[in-house]
């Protein structure tokens, strides 16, 4: 141990359970723990200041899927598992809303939109996937509102159609970190940040943990470890199924007279876009380079980035005057199976991970998942 002291070492060191990943899936994981195990020490340890993978780092969509990427998905998958995985996003995002509030996490109802630049049977598509849909929404989900591409401004030469889903809205994710480290801390859940977990191994008694920041180290014990670290799990369990994906932002400069208001997808779901009050933020198009983007390094993808900047020149906001002001990006976990990784990997050690780019709409219940596995 570097730099640790004596009250540190005997007060600091031993808890009945631990969780690898600051995200939402390891902030609701350690939340459902500590709400069940009142007496429990729990602590929950993230490398990054604010959480590495992508919690904060995505476009804050409260979604389920987009009509494309949904028939993308049916060719690919059971109805009935579809369903299933449709199903678990949807009661995701009441269950992110309920925990936490609309209020906590900047809930809007804005609406999710999916432009279409080929307007040959949408209305039957639409009604497809609505009859698919039945069993899980009380009434038809999505409708086509072609009227729209005009008040949104779209070229309407290249935008030739608009499909609208009524229940789909945003959020502010860094806002629901905030909300969910203010929970945590109220239930006296130890949250360690800018700490790296170099190592851990597993005894017939405990779980040992080798710790370090920047300029200390340290070794802690636990009962039982969960781990929700998404692509980043990879590390320690190579023989898994999860390739990590890495997903690029950008955010414009304010835009007086942008028109743009609500979630918008399209491409099977590979692009969306948003407005941040008067600004446009674009992401997406791994799937352009996607040998490049499965990658566990954060950066840019030149080839990615030009074609959002042409995007968004050519039929999202054409003829309008704007500039890239910052940029970010994202590191998700995918796998062949669309469902997430929630597994138990030995007696005492479990994991939650591979959300599929969906960590907003099922990162609750995954950490619920999680944590009922660890407990019991």
């Known amino acids: 141990m570097k730099n640790i002291s004596f009250w540190e070492r005997n007060w600091l060191t031993d808890y009945d359970?631990?969780?690898?990943?600051?995200?939402?899936?390891?902030s609701f994981t350690a939340l459902k723990i500590a709400?069940?195990?009142?007496?429990?020490?729990?602590?929950?340890?993230?490398?990054g200041i604010l959480p590495l993978g992508a919690s904060t780092k995505n476009a804050g969509f409260a979604c389920f899927g987009s009509i494309s990427e949904i028939e993308k998905n049916r060719k690919e998958m059971s109805d009935d598992n579809l369903l299933s995985l449709l199903e678990l996003r949807i009661r995701g995002l009441e269950k992110l809303r309920n925990d936490l509030g609309d209020k906590n996490i900047s809930y809007s109802n804005c609406n999710g939109y999916e432009l279409f630049f080929d307007n040959n049977g949408l209305e039957k598509r639409i009604y497809e996937i609505?009859?698919?849909?039945?069993?899980?929404?009380?009434?038809?989900?999505?409708?086509?509102?072609?009227?729209?591409?005009?008040?949104?401004?779209?070229?309407?030469?290249?935008?030739?159609?608009?499909?609208i889903n009524k229940h789909e809205g945003s959020i502010n994710p860094g806002k629901m970190i905030?909300?969910?480290?203010?929970?945590?801390?109220?239930?006296?859940?130890?949250?360690?940040?800018?700490?790296?977990v170099e190592s851990f191994e597993e005894t017939s008694s405990k779980i040992f943990l080798?710790?370090?920041?920047?300029?200390?180290?340290?070794?802690?014990?636990?009962?039982?470890?969960?781990?929700?670290?998404?692509?980043?799990?990879?590390?320690?369990?190579?023989?898994?199924?999860?390739?990590?994906?890495?997903?690029?932002?950008?955010?414009?400069?304010?835009?007086?007279?942008?028109?743009?208001?609500g979630c918008f997808h399209y491409n099977q779901g590979y692009y969306y876009f948003r407005n941040i009050k008067r600004r446009l933020l674009i992401g997406g198009g791994r799937e352009i380079d996607i040998h490049n983007e499965s990658t566990l390094s954060f950066g840019s993808n030149k080839i990615?980035?030009?074609?959002?900047?042409?995007?968004?020149?050519?039929?999202?906001?054409?003829?309008?005057?704007f500039?890239?002001?910052?940029?970010?990006?994202?590191?998700?976990?995918?796998?062949?199976?669309?469902?997430?990784?929630?597994?138990?990997?030995?007696?005492?050690?479990?994991?939650?991970?591979?959300?599929?780019?969906?960590?907003?709409?099922?990162?609750?219940?995954?950490?619920?998942?999680?944590?009922?596995l660890i407990i019991n």
């Open 130 to 163: 609505n009859e698919l849909l039945n069993p899980l929404m009380d009434k038809n989900c999505f409708s086509l509102c072609n009227k729209d591409i005009k008040r949104f401004d779209f070229a309407k030469e290249i935008v030739v159609g608009l499909a």
């Open 17 to 26: 359970y631990v969780v690898i990943g600051g995200g939402i899936v390891g």
């Open 304 to 321: 990615i980035r030009q074609k959002l900047i042409e995007h968004i020149k050519t039929f999202i906001l054409p003829d309008i005057n």
């Open 178 to 196: 905030f909300s969910l480290k203010q929970k945590l801390g109220s239930l006296g859940v130890d949250c360690y940040f800018s700490t790296e």
């Open 210 to 261: 080798k710790l370090k920041s920047r300029n200390q180290s340290i070794d802690i014990k636990t009962n039982k470890l969960a781990i929700c670290t998404n692509a980043f799990a990879k590390n320690w369990f190579e023989m898994e199924d999860i390739s990590p994906g890495r997903g690029i932002i950008l955010l414009t400069n304010e835009i007086p007279d942008l028109k743009i208001d």
């Open 35 to 47: 709400s069940e195990n009142k007496n429990a020490r729990v602590a929950l340890i993230e490398r």
């Open 323 to 372: 500039k890239i002001e910052s940029e970010w990006s994202g590191i998700m976990g995918f796998g062949i199976n669309k469902l997430p990784l929630i597994k138990r990997v030995s007696e005492n050690i479990v994991l939650g991970v591979r959300l599929g780019g969906m960590g907003i709409s099922i990162g609750s219940i995954v950490g619920e998942k999680t944590a009922d």
